[in-house]
């Protein structure tokens, strides 16, 4: 894990992130971009990698959208980061399936973590949307296969080119 | 330590700082941050406890300091009660002497214009010599064999003289005598003191009225008292193989217990004279 592309990859994600809340005001409440590269790294990297991402880009997306409770996307990817990593190292997550499941499941504790933590916080939370994480979850674990099939790709393209 | 420990700690410490990131970041409906909130609430039982403690602490430490003061306010209001008890005790002195020296004054303008008031300086009351000192003397026009009395009739005659006090005989001294009658029968005789709290009137004939109770006073035929004064009154009568009576006479002053006196000047008005107040039997 090489820290400028660890930047690029963040970077690229909350342009992305930005441009589709430009376009599509409503799409934040589907769409996570910055979740693709926290479950990329604890999927392919490491648990510490993941975590590390997530912390970064969580943070990230907490400073540049202003969110209400500042850190709860920070905790919630670190956490998640984390988890992803630790379950890489048990299941085997190579098959496309898996990544979109665990990139699936990952969305939907999201979702949860950031309805606890509001309660928690005594924050005004009009109730877990169970349709909005649902949708998000299908689209995490899609982006995430996309994000896997996308470095494959990529890293294939440059091992052609090595040889 | 093995990599996942490594990844769990560092977990942790992401995840306080972000915590404590977010609680910062959230305000209360009383505008305090959620952390402060929180920090009170973990820290609210143990600043409790030491409030508690500490409000035991300065609660012995000032019920001490109070107990102390408390004691210090004790102690001087016992001084503050004994030095009232003690202006209690002078004013009560002074009323009585008030009241005595009203009864002299009345007894001097009513009975002897041209007298001196005095205070007894000592008094003694041995049975054989019983004298008392005066604090007026030559130097305030005293002489020997002036007679004095108080409040209640005749005290006794001054013996002896000085520039700023006299020496009194008492009445009942043994060497004493005054010229005495019965107010009620006119029965006369001499008044002499026996040394004891009781004089014997002498020489009183056998067939004369004398009864019990009856009123004993100066009858002037001495030269020395006025007549008028009262001695005492009669106690006993008793009859003497000389052919006279004798009479125990109560003093009607008492005479250990004197305090001031009237030393007259000049003979008073003539007459027989009741002292203010004296009730007569007859």
Same mark, same amino acid.
């Given at each position: 894990?090489?820290?400028?592309?660890?930047?690029?990859?963040?970077?690229?994600?909350?342009?992305?992130?930005?441009?589709?809340?430009?376009?599509?005001?409503?799409?934040?409440?589907?769409?996570?971009?910055?979740?693709?590269?926290?479950?990329?790294?604890?999927?392919? =990297?490491?648990?510490?990698?993941?975590?590390?991402?997530?912390?970064?880009?969580?943070?990230?997306?907490?400073?540049?959208?202003?969110?209400?409770?500042?850190?709860?996307?920070?905790?919630?990817?670190? =956490?998640?980061?984390?988890?992803?990593?630790?379950?890489?190292?048990?299941?085997?997550?190579?098959?496309?399936?898996?990544?979109?499941?665990?990139?699936?499941?990952?969305?939907?504790?999201?979702?949860?973590? *950031?309805?606890?933590?509001?309660?928690?916080?005594?924050?005004?939370?009009? &109730?877990?949307?169970?349709?909005?994480?649902?949708?998000?979850?299908?689209?995490?674990?899609?982006?995430?296969?996309?994000?896997?099939?996308?470095?494959?790709?990529?890293?294939?393209?440059?091992?052609?080119?090595?040889? | 330590?093995?990599?996942?420990?490594?990844?769990?700690?560092?977990?942790?410490?992401?995840?306080?700082?972000?915590?404590?990131?977010?609680?910062? *970041?959230?305000? &209360?409906?009383?505008?305090?941050?959620?952390?402060?909130?929180?920090?009170?609430?973990?820290?609210?039982?143990?600043?409790?406890?030491?409030?508690?403690?500490?409000?035991?602490?300065?609660?012995?430490?000032?019920?001490?300091?109070?107990?102390?003061?408390?004691?210090?306010?004790?102690?001087?209001?016992?001084?503050?009660?004994?030095?009232?008890?003690?202006?209690?005790?002078?004013?009560?002195?002074?009323?009585?002497?008030?009241?005595?020296?009203?009864?002299?004054?009345?007894?001097?303008?009513?009975?002897?214009?041209?007298?001196?008031?005095?205070?007894?300086?000592?008094?003694?009351?041995?049975?054989?010599?019983?004298?008392?000192?005066?604090?007026?003397?030559?130097?305030?026009?005293?002489?020997?064999?002036?007679?004095?009395?108080?409040?209640?009739?005749?005290?006794?005659?001054?013996?002896?003289?000085?520039?700023?006090?006299?020496?009194?005989?008492?009445?009942?001294?043994?060497?004493?005598?005054?010229?005495?009658?019965?107010?009620?029968?006119?029965?006369?005789?001499?008044?002499?003191?026996?040394?004891?709290?009781?004089?014997?009137?002498?020489?009183?004939?056998?067939?004369?009225?004398?009864?019990?109770?009856?009123?004993?006073?100066?009858? &002037?035929?001495?030269?020395?008292?006025?007549?008028?004064?009262?001695?005492?009154?009669?106690?006993?009568?008793?009859?003497?193989?000389?052919?006279?009576?004798?009479?125990?006479?109560?003093?009607?002053?008492?005479?250990?217990?004197?305090?001031?006196?009237?030393?007259?000047?000049?003979?008073?008005?003539?007459?027989?004279?009741?002292?203010?107040?004296?009730?007569?039997?007859?």
């Amino acid at each position: 894990m090489k820290p400028v592309h660890l930047i690029v990859v963040i970077a690229l994600a909350l342009a992305g992130q930005v441009a589709l809340g430009a376009l599509w005001p409503e799409a934040p409440r589907y769409v996570d971009l910055l979740f693709v590269p926290t479950a990329w790294y604890a999927l392919a =990297a490491s648990q510490r990698a993941g975590m590390l991402v997530g912390c970064a880009a969580g943070l990230l997306q907490d400073a540049w959208f202003q969110t209400d409770v500042f850190g709860l996307n920070g905790f919630n990817k670190t =956490a998640l980061g984390w988890a992803l990593g630790g379950l890489s190292a048990r299941f085997d997550v190579r098959r496309q399936p898996a990544r979109f499941a665990f990139g699936a499941l990952a969305a939907i504790a999201d979702g949860l973590l *950031s309805f606890g933590l509001r309660r928690m916080l005594d924050q005004t939370a009009p &109730g877990f949307a169970y349709g909005a994480v649902g949708v998000k979850a299908l689209v995490t674990g899609g982006l995430v296969v996309l994000a896997f099939g996308f470095t494959r790709r990529l890293h294939e393209g440059r091992s052609s080119r090595t040889r | 330590m093995s990599t996942a420990r490594w990844n769990a700690i560092l977990l942790v410490i992401l995840l306080l700082s972000q915590l404590l990131l977010m609680s910062g *970041s959230v305000q &209360g409906d009383d505008g305090s941050t959620r952390l402060r909130g929180w920090f009170a609430r973990v820290s609210g039982p143990v600043v409790q406890a030491s409030g508690s403690a500490g409000g035991a602490f300065r609660g012995a430490l000032g019920g001490s300091r109070q107990l102390f003061g408390v004691r210090t306010r004790n102690r001087e209001l016992e001084g503050e009660v004994q030095r009232l008890r003690a202006e209690l005790r002078e004013a009560r002195e002074a009323v009585e002497e008030n009241a005595r020296l009203r009864r002299l004054l009345d007894m001097r303008e009513q009975l002897a214009p041209d007298s001196l008031g005095a205070s007894v300086v000592t008094a003694s009351h041995a049975g054989d010599t019983n004298l008392i000192v005066i604090d007026r003397g030559a130097r305030d026009g005293v002489r020997v064999d002036l007679p004095v009395v108080a409040w209640g009739g005749a005290v006794g005659r001054v013996v002896s003289v000085d520039a700023g006090d006299a020496v009194v005989r008492l009445l009942d001294d043994p060497f004493s005598g005054v010229a005495a009658v019965v107010q009620r029968s006119r029965a006369q005789g001499v008044v002499v003191g026996r040394g004891g709290t009781v004089l014997d009137m002498l020489y009183v004939p056998r067939f004369s009225d004398v009864l019990h109770g009856d009123r004993v006073v100066t009858s &002037g035929l001495d030269g020395i008292f006025p007549r008028g004064f009262g001695i005492g009154r009669v106690s006993a009568v008793h009859e003497v193989p000389d052919g006279s009576q004798r009479i125990q006479v109560e003093p009607e002053v008492d005479l250990r217990s004197l305090e001031e006196v009237l030393v007259l000047l000049a003979p008073p008005r003539a007459g027989l004279l009741d002292p203010p107040g004296a009730d007569d039997p007859a």
